[in-house]
């Protein structure tokens, strides 16, 4: 999946020590899309090459593409959205209102007449 947008948080990167033993990193951040009534996402990056490849900060326009995916945690289930690629300077589309949208030039359909008087077609109405 995909999203463009404005990125308009960064938290703070967080890490730990997998059971395992393996070192793990992971930062989240809010991008807001340009949308009539914008949404944001919280979306995050997992691997401490991975953060300093993507190199993302506040005020920065991208395309952001993520996977989604859900666990549970003491009967409760949280959503995962992780970002796998970054495009930056991805231009927003335009928001184009419903009665300005372009218009299909399809080819005119008459409708048969139905009114001729006298005609039997040998229907009983």
Sequence with gaps: MEITGKII?????????SKTGNEWKTQEYVLETHEQYPR?????????????Q????VGEEMTVSFDINAREYNGRWYNDIRAWKVERG??????????????????????????????????PF
């Design 9 to 17: 948080a960064v938290l703070p990167e967080r890490g730990g020590v």
């Design 40 to 52: 944001k996402i919280c979306f995050n990056v997992f691997g401490a090459d991975k953060i300093a």
């Design 54 to 57: 993507f190199n993302i900060q």
């Design 90 to 123: 991805v231009a927003p589309a335009p928001a184009v209102p419903y009665e300005a949208a372009p218009q299909v030039n399809a080819p005119k359909v008459t409708a048969p007449d139905f009114s001729a008087q006298g005609e039997d077609d040998g229907l």
